[in-house]
């Protein structure tokens, strides 16, 4: 384990020598922009066992504003055999609202439909997305975002109010 937090360690401060090396190109998004993300349900969800994550595709089909779809999967490895498996679509309208040559934040509206197996339920959730992306290489971005959301479950009649604290995300994208 020692290992492994020194070669993050080593990782990290090579990625930020080199971010502050390298001049990026000004990110004001334009109409046509494109990119392929990947994400992952932050450093928690990092192990053989479990994984949290999926892939996506934004779109700026305004100037400074974007849709995105994603895919996402969330594989959890519990002690008592019960493996539960979620998949999940979401698509996102997002607003590109303050940033500098390299730096953004974006806020916006998003709907997410979930299916849950072994139990083969159903959810859906609408709510809002507040992000922010630093872009240390001309096509490269890391960004974050934590989502406030109205979920219902129709399975067992309910509906519940979230506060991003089981959807903070981390965000890598690749320009096209």
Same mark, same amino acid.
């Given at each position: 384990? &020692?290992?492994?937090?020194?070669?993050?360690?080593?990782?990290?401060?090579?990625?930020?020598?080199?971010?502050?090396?390298?001049?990026?190109?000004?990110?004001?998004?334009?109409?046509?922009?494109?990119?392929?993300?990947?994400?992952?349900?932050?450093?928690?969800?990092?192990?053989?066992?479990?994984?949290?994550?999926?892939?996506?595709?934004?779109?700026?089909?305004?100037?400074?504003?974007?849709?995105?779809?994603?895919?996402?999967?969330?594989?959890?490895?519990?002690?008592?055999?019960?493996?539960? &498996?979620?998949?999940?679509?979401?698509?996102?309208?997002?607003?590109?609202?303050?940033?500098?040559?390299?730096?953004?934040?974006?806020?916006?509206?998003?709907?997410?439909?979930?299916?849950?197996?072994?139990?083969?339920?159903?959810?859906?959730?609408?709510?809002?997305?507040?992000?922010?992306?630093?872009?240390?290489?001309?096509?490269?971005?890391?960004?974050?975002?934590?989502?406030?959301?109205?979920?219902?479950?129709?399975?067992?009649?309910?509906?519940?109010? &979230?506060?991003?604290?089981?959807?903070?995300?981390?965000?890598?994208?690749?320009?096209?």
């Amino acid at each position: 384990m &020692k290992q492994f937090k020194s070669l993050l360690m080593l990782f990290v401060t090579i990625l930020l020598l080199v971010s502050v090396s390298v001049p990026a190109s000004s990110q004001q998004h334009q109409q046509g922009d494109k990119a392929m993300l990947f994400t992952f349900g932050g450093f928690g969800n990092l192990s053989a066992a479990n994984f949290n994550g999926g892939v996506g595709f934004q779109y700026y089909w305004l100037n400074r504003t974007s849709f995105r779809g994603s895919l996402g999967f969330d594989i959890t490895d519990s002690p008592n055999g019960n493996n539960p &498996k979620n998949v999940n679509g979401s698509g996102a309208l997002l607003f590109d609202f303050a940033g500098t040559n390299n730096t953004y934040a974006y806020v916006g509206p998003e709907f997410t439909f979930n299916h849950t197996e072994p139990q083969s339920q159903n959810s859906y959730s609408f709510g809002g997305v507040l992000g922010a992306s630093f872009t240390p290489w001309q096509n490269i971005s890391l960004g974050a975002e934590y989502k406030l959301a109205v979920v219902r479950d129709p399975s067992n009649n309910s509906t519940s109010f &979230k506060l991003g604290d089981t959807t903070g995300k981390v965000i890598l994208a690749i320009w096209l």
